[in-house]
Structure formats: C-alpha cells, structure tokens
C-alpha cells in the first residue's frame, strides 16, 4: 500500500492540472487532494465568489503555495498565455455561477458565463493537446428521477432552473467534443449534495448572503447568524416525511477528480460518474446528527414545501467505486462536524 502511494505521487509528480475555480468550495478542496497525491495544482479563479484567504489555507494545510492567476477563465487569451507558461497535463473545471434562485433571475448570467468559460477551455485543450478533462457536473441534470439510487444510465430529466440547464448543456458539449476530438479524454463528475469542510477547519464553504443549501443553514442557525432553519415540507412519501439527499464530504468529492485523473487511458471519449456516498439522509436526520455530534441544538420549525423538491435523491455509486476504485471516506456524522470545526472558525475571524 505504502508502495503504492510512493508509487503513483512519483508518476504524477510536476503532472501539472489546471484548476479553474481553485478557490472555491470544492477547488480549493480538490487542490489539496492534488497537491495530497503529487500533482501540482495551477490554479485560475477570478474571485468573484472565493476569497484570497484560502490560498494561504491551502498553504497551511499543504506546506506549499499553489501558483494561482486572477482571471475569468472565459478569457482566451489569458488562459494561452497560461499553456504556454506551463506544460498542463489536466485541466479539472470548476468555475461556474451555481446559486438556483439567482439563475433564474438572471438566466443570462449563468448561460454566458457557465457556457463561455467551458468552449474557451475545451478550445485551449484541444489547441494544447491536454489529455484529461474533468467537468464539475451536478445529479440536477436528472431532474426527478424515475426510481432511486439513481444512476449513471437514467435519462436526463427536466431541470427547472437555468443553472441545472448549464449543466445538461455542457454535459452535452463536452459529449460532442469527447466524440470528435477522440484524444481528450473527458470525465463529467455528477455530484450529489456536496458538504462538510477539510478536517483541520482551514478551508470549507463561504455562501454568499443567506445560504439555499441545507448544511450552511444549518451551521449558521447554530451560529446564531440565522434565527431559524424552516424545514422544507413534511409530507413526502420519506422515512419521516422530509425530503432525501445524499449528502458526501467535500474531501472525498475532492479525491474523485484525484481518482479521475489517474486511470490509464489510451483512448478518449466521456466517462460519467456518479459521486455521492450512496445513501439518502432525510432533512431531520441531517439537522438531528448535526445536534448530536456537535452537541448543541438548532432552531427549527416545519415549513411548507420548497418549490422544485424532488422528494428523495441519492446515488448508485457502484461505477466510480468499481471503475475508478473510489470509495467515500467519512460519514455524514464527520461531514457535519466538520462543517462546524468551519463556522466555528468563520465566526472568530
Ligand atoms: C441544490 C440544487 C442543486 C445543486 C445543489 C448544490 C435545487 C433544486 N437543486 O440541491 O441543483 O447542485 O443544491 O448543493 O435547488 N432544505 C430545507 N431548508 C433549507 C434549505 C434546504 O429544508 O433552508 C432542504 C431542501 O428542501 C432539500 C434539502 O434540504 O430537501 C437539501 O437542499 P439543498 O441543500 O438546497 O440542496 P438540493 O436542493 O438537493
């Protein structure tokens, strides 16, 4: 096993990955895990939702500074002078507008810039020659599906907002480029509800104004930042009648694009992969483990149903975990004491 990890950071060793969206949620944590296994991570993020901060976090958990450039990776000129500086042997995409609500007030925004950003970087890919591309998609671009766990062969549903449209059309893009260009290699990594924060509490997720997603919500009532979480509907056919998700730790999402990378692969196309933990967690679970593994309680109250809730989502993970031989790690139990190891710190800052 120790072999084997000398092994494979020896081969990936100066494998250069551009990371578009490095320091963000998801990025910054992938970027550990890159820098974890021995590539070495070159980081795109314009900051418009991430803070410099985080790149000093990564600093502290890695011992080394990642090379990062400020710019919308839309731009291609930017990014060519970027390929030229450095030989990229991977490029993990990231960068994206992701707030449901705001897409649908401003469909424009998230067409353009969820659109661009993805052409421009398949268009360097193919002018560069990179082998490896991995595309951050969602398990929105199911829709409601039919029958759970749900995986990778269930048709494409309909998805109410623009955002969850971006991410069927650039799942189709990246589909359409894999069948011509048959040397780039693309992976699309569906995630389900994507949670939690690094152990050590350094990096984690930044919201802007008051949080959609459950988790921090959640942390921000315990907080005191939010007065009260409102349960979303108590009256789906579930367990305890809210709704079911399967929520996985950003640490192992992050080692999945790790996971991603390494396969051998002589020949391109599109790989699609399922990354969730398998399980569904119903609302009150969620809010009753959080309570418990922290202990301390959070201020709830039963609310009507949201609009668009699909009643249980979660995944059948048994492709990425045969094929790519990635497994979760942690718990939700770990996800959410970790997630508050996050806020915890936010609030002394
Ligand atoms: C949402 C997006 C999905 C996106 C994902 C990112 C929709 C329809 N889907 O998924 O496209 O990829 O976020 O993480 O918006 N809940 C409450 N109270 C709250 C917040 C949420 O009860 O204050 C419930 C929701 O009803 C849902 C569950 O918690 O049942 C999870 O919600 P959320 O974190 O917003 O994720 P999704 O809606 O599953």
Redesign the pocket.
Known sequence: MLFLTIFTETMNKDRKILVTGGAGFIGSHTVVSLIESGFTPIIIDDFRNSEKFILDRINQITALHPIAYEFDCADQNKLREVFTEHEIGGIIHFAAD?A?GESVKLPLKYYENNIQSLVSLLKIAIEFKVPDFVFSS?C?VYGEPDKVPVDENAPIGFTA?P??YTKQVCERICRDTAYAYSNLKITLLR?F??IGAHPSGLIGELPLGVP????P?VTQTAAGIRDQ????GNDYPTVDGT?V?DYIHVCDLADAHVAALNPSKEEGGVNIFNVGTGLGSS?LEVVRTFEKVNNLSVNHKIGER?E??AAA?FADNSKISSELGWKPKYTLSDALAHAWTWQKQLNEK
């Open positions: 992701k449901v969602s929105t907002s955002y969850g995630y509800n994507p959609n997603n459950l988790v919500f979480l409102t349960v979303f709704c998700r609302v949201r668009g809730d989502v």
